[in-house]
C-alpha cells in the first residue's frame, strides 16, 4: 500500500499507476488494454469536443473490516452507462466489459485502495468519449471508453456536516424532454454557474426545480433530494433527475428499516413539512440538509438544530456504509469482490 496520508485526502484527482481502455473501431469494440498514460491522443474533430459526446460514470470501490475490496454495484453503473450513451447515439460497452474494466482498473491499482478504518475510498471514474472527427452534427464512428481511478478522502471527517442549500429558480440544469435523466457532461456544464454563484452566496448546493413548471423539486447539485415525513421515504419522480444508484439503494434500505417509500413529484411547498431532509450520491452517500434558502419567499427552512443529522439520515448513512465496508450483511447482493493480491 502507498505511503499516502488517507485521512487528509480530499475529493480531488490523485494520480494512480494505470489507466485501462477499450477503442470502439470499424464497428467493434477491441481488446482492453491498460495504460501508465494520462493523456489521451484523439482528434481535433472529435465529436466529444465539438457536440457533447460525452458520458461518464463514478462509482467506489472500499477496503472492507475484513481486507476484502468492495466495488459497489457496478452493474447499475454499467448499465446507467449504456443509458447515457444511447441516447447520444454512441457505441457502448456491455455490462460485462463496463464491470471486467472496472474491476482492472482496482486491481491494477490496488496499492491506493485506502486502508480500513480512514474512511477514505477508491473512487472510480468511468468515461465514453466520441473520438471521431465530425464536421456536421453527427455521432462520431469511433469512441474511446477508459476507466481511471483515484483516492478520495472521507467525506465526513468528524461526523456529519449539515449543508445549507438554495432553491435555484434562475437555472436549469436539463431540459424537460433534455438530457437530466442520463450522465452526460454537458448537465454538468449548464450547473456549473449556478454552483458558482451559490458558493459565492455560502451555499454549499442547489436545489434544481423541475425545469418546466419550477414548482416540484429535481435534485440538489451533483446529488439526488429526499425527505424524511411521517415514516416514509419521500424522493423526487421526474424525467430530469439522473437515476441515483445511491438514493436507488437508500430506498431499499429505507424499506428494509420499516420506513415507507414514496417516489413521486415532491412540490417546493412540502419542504417545510419534512422533518428530516438530505442530498444522496456516491461522493457522500448522504449529505443531510440543515436548511433551505428559499430567494422566492426569502426565508429559510431549518431542520432540525441546523446542524445535526436527523435520526432517519444516521441511520440510513450508517448502513449502506456498513454494507459497503462489508460490516453489514449484503443481502441484496450488492458488492462485487475484487480480489486484489
Ligand atoms: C446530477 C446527479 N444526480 C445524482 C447523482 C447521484 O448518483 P449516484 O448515487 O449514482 O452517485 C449524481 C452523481 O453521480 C449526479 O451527478
Known amino acids: ?61 472500499f477496503r472492507g473490516a475484513d481486507g476484502k475490496v468492495r466495488l459497489f454495484r457496478v452493474e447499475e453503473n454499467a448499465k446507467r452507462m449504456i443509458n447515457s450513451g444511447e441516447y447520444l447515439k454512441m457505441a457502448v460497452p456491455s455490462v460485462e466489459l463496463f464491470t471486467k474494466a472496472c474491476i482492472e ?49 472521507p467525506y465526513y471527517k468528524d461526523g456529519f456536516n449539515c449543508i445549507k442549500v438554495i432553491i435555484d429558480y434562475d437555472h436549469d440544469r436539463a431540459a424537460p424532454k433534455g438530457t437530466g435523466h442520463v450522465k452526460v457532461g454537458g448537465n454538468y456544464a449548464a450547473s456549473l454557474d449556478s454552483g458558482e454563484i ?73 419542504l417545510p413539512t419534512f422533518s428530516e431532509a438530505g442530498c444522496c450520491g456516491t461522493a457522500a452517500v448522504i449529505s443531510p440538509i440543515g436548511s433551505v434558502y428559499d430567494p422566492k419567499t426569502d426565508k429559510t427552512i431549518v431542520y432540525g438544530d441546523g446542524k445535526t443529522a436527523g435520526p432517519w439520515s444516521q441511520k440510513l448513512y450508517k448502513t449502506l456504509q456498513g454494507i459497503q465496508y462489508g460490516e453489514i450483511e449484503d443481502k441484496h447482493n450488492w458488492n462485487t469482490i475484487v480480489d486484489v493480491k
Open 198 to 270: 451559490a458558493h459565492q452566496k455560502g451555499f454549499a448546493s442547489v436545489i434544481f426545480l423541475d425545469p418546466a413548471t419550477k414548482q416540484y423539486i429535481d435534485e440538489c447539485s451533483a446529488a439526488n433530494f429526499f425527505g424524511i415525513r411521517d415514516g416514509k421515504y419521500i424522493t423526487p419522480d421526474s424525467h430530469s433527475v439522473l437515476p441515483s444508484i445511491t438514493n436507488k439503494s437508500l430506498r431499499q434500505i429505507a424499506e428494509d428499516l420499516g420506513l415507507k417509500v414514496e417516489q413521486r413529484k415532491v412540490g417546493v411547498e412540502e
Open 105 to 153: 482498473a482496482v486491481k491494477l491499482n490496488a496499492d491506493y485502495i485506502p486502508p480500513y478504518g480512514s474512511g477514505a475510498s477508491l473512487y472510480l471514474r468511468p468515461m465514453l468519449i466520441g473520438v471521431g472527427p465530425q464536421v456536421g452534427v453527427k455521432p462520431s464512428a469511433d469512441y474511446l471508453f477508459a476507466v481511471f481511478v483515484t483516492p478520495v478522502g
Open 1 to 61: 500500500m502507498k505511503n499516502i496520508n488517507w485521512s487528509e485526502l480530499g475529493f480531488g484527482y490523485f494520480k494512480t499507476d494505470y489507466n485501462v481502455r477499450c477503442e470502439y473501431k470499424d464497428g467493434k469494440w477491441g481488446e482492453l488494454y491498460a495504460t501508465e498514460d494520462v493523456n489521451m491522443n484523439i482528434h481535433m474533430a472529435s465529436t466529444c469536443l465539438h457536440y457533447g459526446q460525452e458520458v461518464f460514470e463514478g462509482l467506489k470501490a
